[in-house]
């Protein structure tokens, strides 16, 4: 993962595996942005299964989107959006592998700049 020190507006951050269609979501959904030529202070980037090794992606940016497959929050198939830290992301373990709950949890003792809106 590289360090972000130039200030950037958003980050667009994919999470999961591309390999696994299930854990997919991320990946691709950046792979769809690409292709769209995007402007602006917007920077893409493949968090893959990064855990806390994504701290980086939250210092000198004002908003951070991560995009992530997820279970547990509808009955079915769909979207649900959060504001980042939420009650309904929280950690079910304290580790490396906690995924995004522990990561919102740890990040604004860590990161060494303001945290940016995250959603």
């Known amino acids: 993962m590289r360090h972000c020190s130039v200030h950037t507006a958003c980050r667009i951050i994919g999470i999961g595996n591309s390999l696994v269609y299930s854990d997919s979501a991320g990946p691709e959904t950046l792979r769809m942005l690409d292709s769209m030529n995007i402007d602006g202070d917007i920077e893409l980037i493949d968090g893959g299964l990064g855990g806390l090794n994504l701290l ?3 210092e ?3 908003r951070v989107i991560f995009i ?5 929050f509808l009955d079915g198939p769909g979207i649900t959006v959060f504001c980042l830290p939420s009650e309904k992301v929280k950690p079910g ?3 490396h592998n906690a995924g995004l709950g522990y990561l919102m949890s740890v990040a604004p003792i860590i990161i060494d700049t303001p945290m940016p809106e995250c959603w």
């Open 68 to 72: 992530d497959s997820v279970d547990g």
């Open 93 to 95: 373990e304290y580790d």
């Open 60 to 62: 000198h940016v004002d």
């Open 56 to 58: 980086p992606v939250l």
